[in-house]
């Protein structure tokens, strides 16, 4: 079965950096596009990134541009999100998602808090 497992969230000041990890597994993962969500709360889950399958193009929201970066590696099965420039206005849970054969798939979440 399709597993999605999310670590690397945490407790950081303005201005810091996380990189946040999402191992996969019951998929072939290097055959599918992969993206991070993030939902803030009283707000709708957001797509915040994205990168294709293979040697994985990329997009981001506008508020991520410039200060995020997804990547993957395909031997680990793992999609990284790393952040940079963190803003207060990026708190929030952050969800791996991967979408197989027409299902959505969602990992636990990982909370990211950006304060002071």
């Known amino acids: 079965q399709v597993q999605l497992v999310e670590s690397g969230g945490g407790l950081v000041q303005p201005g810091g950096s996380l990189k946040l990890s999402c191992v996969a597994s019951g998929f072939t993962f290097i055959s599918y596009a992969m993206n991070w969500y993030r939902q803030a709360p009283g707000k709708e889950r957001e797509l915040v990134a994205r990168?294709?399958?293979?040697?994985?193009?990329?997009t981001y929201v506008d508020s991520a541009k410039g200060r995020f970066t997804i990547s993957r590696d395909n031997i680990k099965n793992t999609v990284y999100l790393q952040m940079n420039s963190l803003k207060p206005e990026d708190t929030a849970v952050y969800y791996c998602h991967v979408t197989f054969w027409s299902t959505d798939y969602w990992g636990q979440g990982t909370q990211v808090t950006v304060s002071s």
């Open positions: 990168i294709s399958s293979g040697a994985g193009r990329t």
